[in-house]
């Protein structure tokens, strides 16, 4: 298997946005490959960005770092 990325063309009705078609490719994407972006995950539990005291950043699949981070960051 290729790990080469492919194109794929797609028509859109008029009634359909483009900017809605791409978002729901996007979720489709994720979904395939078992990851939901931060925005989607914020949304789901209703956390707006305003609220947000510090980014943290972590390695796409270090998981326990976030983990021992966030329990340092947390009262």
Partial sequence: MSNKPKTITVS?????????AQKVIEEVIARLWGRISIEEIRAKLGVKKEQLLEDIEAGEYDVEELRRRERERLP
Avoid: F
Wanted: hydrophobic letters at 35%.
């Fill in 12 to 20: 859109l009705p008029p009634w359909v946005s483009e900017e809605e």
